[in-house]
């Protein structure tokens, strides 16, 4: 958000926001105490045992996408699914295809997409998943997650064959997909996405419950209840479901 943008919204609307930065802030910083796994940007696949077990459904999971992309039309790009994304997600550059959002289960989609769907439904704690595709010579510039209560994994699906030119920065670690193959890293460091290739660039992106201590789990139970609440969950949910109902299928 540029200041001209901040500055322009009513005084209430402005110390939200503020106050909003601040707990983000202490919030980072008390996950990190009680995390059970690294915080490094990077996390290491040995952490989970579910990754072996998802890497191996990779064929069917890849089958089932080639078949949604047989009518890439009828998938939506990000920021008509989740406004708050406009920033980072332009025209039909980046598209995303919903499975479940914030726990919730998208039964249309993932009635489309059951083999997918059983593979990721078996993920302990797994919070959200979705398939995210991003067309040749996209840039999804610089930004953070707003919370490390959960850990970003992307299943390599569909990866150009010039990788060396698709990747995504984390912090300061540049880190590249293979098809078949899980990342693991913490999204509340700022991070972006290049493809500099004429091929598009398609994974799996899930959102797993980061594993935490007594303390950390309880208060995380509570952020999440209160973020279900939120625009920012309830948007998406119902954005989807309306995108289902005009979309042919």
């Not at 996209?138 to 299943?155: D, E």
């Amino acid at each position: 958000m540029q200041a001209s943008e901040t500055t322009s919204h009513p005084l209430w609307r402005r110390l939200l926001i503020n106050v909003g930065k601040r707990f983000l802030r202490w919030n980072g910083r008390f996950q990190a105490r009680h995390s059970l796994i690294p915080t490094t940007p990077q996390i290491s696949n040995d952490e989970f045992d579910w990754v072996a077990r998802l890497e191996s459904a990779w064929p069917e999971i890849r089958a089932e996408l080639d078949q949604l992309l047989e009518h890439p039309e009828d998938i939506p790009s990000f920021h008509q699914i989740s406004p708050d994304q406009k920033r980072i997600s332009k025209g039909d550059n980046w598209k995303t295809f919903g499975l479940y959002v914030f726990g919730k289960r998208i039964e249309q989609n993932c009635d489309l997409c059951p083999r997918t769907s059983a593979a990721i439904s078996s993920i302990p704690n797994m919070r959200t998943a979705m398939f995210s595709i991003l067309k040749p010579h996209y840039h999804i510039v610089p930004h953070k997650g707003p919370t490390r209560a959960v850990v970003r994994a992307h299943l390599g699906i569909k990866v150009p064959k010039d990788w060396q030119n698709v990747w995504i920065r984390v912090d300061d670690q540049v880190l590249h997909w293979q098809e078949g193959k899980v990342v693991l890293f913490d999204d509340s460091y700022e991070h972006e996405v290049r493809n500099d290739t004429d091929e598009l660039r398609a994974v799996l992106f899930l959102d797993i419950d980061r594993p935490m201590d007594r303390t950390g789990t309880l208060f995380n139970r509570m952020l999440f209840a209160l973020m279900k609440m939120t625009p920012y969950v309830k948007q998406p949910i119902k954005n989807i479901s309306v995108w289902n109902r005009r979309a042919p299928k």
